[in-house]
């Protein structure tokens, strides 16, 4: 009872009268003359004083050493955006040198990054880069959502975008469409000013750099580039977008005029909506001329043999399948879909709009659609149910099922766990 009485009171206080007992233990005798004692009690208050300052410096000193510290964990969790733990562990290894613990910091980073690499990555964003006659799309993936909205993610893909655009296709001499691989890009250098990843760098060591950051899987996957002459207008329309130039599906197709282009703002509108349309509409092909044989029959196979299941005529299954086949064309061939926006209006009625109101023929060139992740084999689960029998705790037989969950990543390895219910 006796501690916590004296814990209500100043620690200096109580370390103070700790001291005067430990005196009174060693001999210190209390039963002194009137004058002695108050000579004593003199002494005891200047005493009491000085070691009450000296206690205020000693706990002050600590408390402005901790407050630093603090300061130097939180000045370089900025710098580097690394886990608390990790910032506070290697200031502690590098006697709290803020720039040795950067450094090291980095090392451990780009380590742990390559060794992540391997790592199915299906996340991510596409940024897009345009400016008069030209328009860039890169794909940079992660492996979770939560990654690709950080500002550092965002800021690193539109900058890769803008050094995309800079790329010149040598072997396609005319205007068009041409993709490239991120071994095209890795070694071109890049200048990135933000104020975690700043200062000239290759792409390859930013994206790695970014990738210790984040402690994911970062990697650049794709880049394509459209660009149009003279006489044509590329658009673009990113769907689900964070901030301007980025998002995760893109549309992208460029307009060609035959003579001198004079309305560009025009242009411009309907190219921006049929981008639109190109991302929820999905077309394949830009006329029906485009489509390949080999998926022309394909699918005239499959509609022929729905149709046969019907157990009508030949002659009436041939019309079913030319009517279907038609119908085909509508879903994956532009120029035949009819405008989201509008189901009245087909994509043929809107070029001839166009046309009439810039006062020469207008035609789509070429187009694309880019969408994060496709393609990519995404983790993927499936459960096996087996019959199972344990005991109750009143030792009665009882049937469970044990699910086991297959995980298949890219490698098609499961890793099999197991839940009773």
Same mark, same amino acid.
């Given at each position: ?13 109580i370390l103070y009268k700790t001291r005067l007992s430990t005196y009174s233990r060693h001999g210190y005798s209390t039963w002194v003359t009137k004058e002695a004692s108050h000579a004593r009690s003199k002494d005891a208050e200047a005493s009491k004083t000085a070691y009450l300052y000296w206690i205020s410096r000693r706990f002050n000193s600590k408390a402005a050493s901790s407050a630093e510290q603090m300061g130097l964990i939180k000045q ?41 690499? %391997? ?110 002459? %003279? ?90 399948? &030319? ?6 064309? &509508? &879903? ?13 209006? %087909? ?62 990543? %890219? ?11």
């Amino acid at each position: 009872m006796a501690f916590f009485k004296n814990a209500k009171q100043p620690l200096g206080i109580i370390l103070y009268k700790t001291r005067l007992s430990t005196y009174s233990r060693h001999g210190y005798s209390t039963w002194v003359t009137k004058e002695a004692s108050h000579a004593r009690s003199k002494d005891a208050e200047a005493s009491k004083t000085a070691y009450l300052y000296w206690i205020s410096r000693r706990f002050n000193s600590k408390a402005a050493s901790s407050a630093e510290q603090m300061g130097l964990i939180k000045q370089l969790r900025e710098r580097t955006s690394a886990p608390i733990k990790d910032v506070k562990a290697t200031l502690v290894g590098c006697n709290w040198d803020i720039e040795a613990a950067q450094n090291e910091l980095r090392k451990r980073g780009k380590v742990l990054a390559m060794k992540k690499s %391997s790592r199915t990555a299906t996340e991510g964003l596409l940024a897009l880069a345009q400016n008069e006659g030209k328009a860039a799309v890169i794909e940079l993936n992660c492996e979770t959502d939560f990654v690709a909205r950080n500002e550092i993610f965002e800021y690193l893909a539109l900058a890769l975008a803008k050094q995309a655009l800079l790329v010149e296709n040598s072997s396609q001499q005319v205007p068009g469409v041409f993709s490239f691989g991120p071994e095209s890009l890795e070694d071109l250098n890049i200048n990135l000013d933000h104020p975690k990843i700043s200062g000239e760098t290759t792409i390859q060591n930013a994206v790695t750099e970014v990738a210790a950051m984040m402690g994911e899987n970062i990697k650049l996957r794709r880049s394509f580039v459209m660009s149009a002459s %003279s006489h044509r207008v590329v658009s673009a329309y990113l769907h689900r977008c964070p901030q301007p130039g980025l998002g995760r599906i893109a549309g992208i197709l460029s307009l060609e005029v035959e003579d001198e282009i004079s309305q560009v703002d025009a242009l411009q509108k309907v190219g921006s909506e049929l981008a639109m349309h190109i991302v929820a509409a999905k077309p394949l092909f830009l006329t029906k001329e485009f489509v390949t044989s080999d998926v022309l029959i394909n699918e005239r196979e499959i509609l022929k043999s729905q149709a046969e299941s019907t157990g009508k005529s030949q002659m009436a299954i041939e019309k079913m399948v &030319e009517g279907r086949l038609r119908k085909y064309f &509508e &879903e994956v061939v532009f120029m035949e879909q009819k405008y989201f926006l509008n189901d009245s209006l %087909s994509i043929k009625t809107i070029l001839d709009n166009l046309t009439k109101e810039v006062g020469s023929p207008v035609k789509i060139g070429n187009f694309f659609r880019m969408e994060v992740g496709e393609g990519i084999q995404r983790l993927s689960r499936s459960y096996l149910m087996t019959p199972a029998i344990t005991l109750t705790n009143s030792g009665h037989l009882v049937y469970a099922f044990v699910i086991f969950m297959l995980e298949l990543s %890219s490698t098609d390895e499961p890793v099999a766990q197991a839940v009773l219910l």
